[in-house]
């Protein structure tokens, strides 16, 4: 079945930017919505963005002007890029298929903790 | 955008049910039936429960189902068992312009 993987840096300077990339396993990335959702620490889940294999993208009106995603389909991943961050930004991010039909997200990735810190 | 309305908490003991619900606005939970549910133990991602607001996916217990009426849609849990004991998540089709909203999370205690 259908694998996601979370990779990048656990550590980023505030001011910098975030770069996470998901590698999708067990099945083509083609096709699909993909995207990013984060959770503070002890908080709720909030949705980043999506992608579509095509390259077409929705973004989180709160963060739409920092975020930036991509999709290689030759290597079955997609990126995110977040720029300017700070404290508010440190999160566990999660990679997720979906949305799917305009409503849910399956699977997600086991999510990689994401510190912002000088 | 803002963030779907849940509970903090709820509790029940093994065997009883307990609803969770989730309330948002006519701008995305009353316009559409595109709410999902997600079930997270401590330290692992979420795992999808209920979609379209009531569909199970292949390999969820049938003691769960979901509902809406109006601007708020619900997640019942039947027999509660030990192994229910988790946060769980709401989540919401928000409208024209393709965003998703979270509702905040509701930790069920099962006692």
């Known amino acids: 079945q259908v694998q996601l993987q979370e990779s990048g840096p656990g550590l980023v300077k505030p001011s910098e930017t975030l770069s996470l990339t998901c590698t999708v396993s067990?099945?083509?990335?083609?096709?699909?919505?993909w995207s990013w959702i984060r959770q503070p620490a002890g908080k709720g889940l909030e949705w980043i963005g999506r992608?579509?294999?095509?390259?077409?993208?929705n973004y989180n009106p709160s963060l739409k002007s920092r975020v930036t995603m991509s999709v290689d389909t030759s290597k079955n991943q997609f990126s995110l890029k977040l720029s300017s961050v700070t404290a508010a930004d440190t999160a566990v991010y999660y990679c997720?298929?979906?949305?799917?039909?305009?409503?849910?997200?399956?699977?997600w990735g086991q999510g990689t903790l994401v510190t912002v810190s000088s | 955008q803002s963030a779907l309305t849940q509970p903090a908490s709820v509790s029940g003991s093994p065997g009883q049910s307990i609803t969770i619900s989730c309330t948002g606005t006519?701008?995305?939970?009353?316009?559409?039936?595109?709410v999902s549910w997600y079930q997270q133990h401590p330290g692992k991602a979420p795992k999808l429960m209920i979609y379209?607001?009531?569909k199970r996916p292949s390999g969820v217990s049938n003691r769960f189902s979901g509902s809406k009426s109006g601007n708020t849609a619900s997640l019942t849990i039947s027999g509660l068992q030990a192994e229910d004991e988790a946060d769980y998540y709401c989540?919401?089709?928000?409208?024209?312009?393709?965003?998703?909203?979270f509702g905040g999370g509701t930790k069920l205690t099962v006692l």
């Open positions: 997720a298929r979906g949305p799917l039909g305009d409503n849910w997200f399956d699977p």
């Open positions: 067990g099945g083509s990335i083609s096709s699909y919505y």
């Open positions: 992608i579509y294999t095509s390259g077409s993208t």
């Open positions: 006519s701008s995305d939970v009353g316009s559409y039936n595109l």
């Open positions: 379209e607001g009531s």
């Open positions: 989540c919401s089709y928000a409208g024209s312009s393709s965003t998703w909203v």
